[in-house]
Every structure is written in C-alpha cells, then in structure tokens.
C-alpha cells in the first residue's frame, strides 16, 4: 500500500486515548515491533494520520509509523498486513 500524511492533523484527538490505540482498536492487530514502511528497522511507533496514494479515496486513515516516517513529506511503501484504520471519529470512537 501507498500512502502520504495528511497535513493539519496534530489537533486531532479521538476518545481512545492515542491514535495508535485507535488503530490496534479498529484493525484487531497488535502495534508492530518495527515501522512497516518497506526497508524500515526503527521502533519509535506512533499512530499517524494518512491519506491512501494514488486512489480517488480521499478519506483520513491511521497507521503506525516511525516519528521519522510520521514525518514524510513523499509517498511512503507500507507492507501490506498493516491495515489502515478509518480517522473519522464520528464513524468510529466518538
């Protein structure tokens, strides 16, 4: 999967207490050892605000990255197990 940061999100809360826990929430899976960009060994997770790549969905998503990828101005290769998580609170915890 493809995706880029959303910008104008370091505002944004939601009642799970972090975003990564949204995330483990929403997808049923357990916060990874390593950032699932391709390539990438580092282990300071945080949940971040994406955007899918090259697709017509325009929707905010969560994912865990590294403070560095969370960061990311270029379009980003997650491996394909990390699934995306809806943002939009109202949808999900809010």
């Known amino acids: 999967m493809k995706v880029n940061n959303a910008s104008g999100t370091s505002q944004c809360t939601c009642k799970?207490?972090?975003?990564?826990?949204?995330?483990?929430?929403?997808?049923?899976?357990?916060v990874p050892q390593y950032c699932?960009?391709?390539?990438?060994?580092?282990?300071?997770?945080?949940g971040a605000h994406v955007k899918k790549a090259e697709s017509a969905d325009k929707n905010r998503y969560i994912i865990p990255l590294c403070n560095k990828h969370n960061k990311a101005t270029d379009t980003l290769s997650v491996e394909?197990?990390?699934?995306?998580?809806p943002a939009n609170v109202?949808?999900?915890?809010g």
């Open 16 to 30: 799970c207490g972090s975003w990564l826990r949204h995330w483990e929430r929403f997808t049923g899976l357990a």
């Open 80 to 85: 394909e197990w990390c699934r995306p998580a």
């Open 36 to 46: 699932p960009v391709e390539h990438c060994l580092e282990k300071d997770i945080v």
């Open 90 to 93: 109202e949808k999900t915890c």
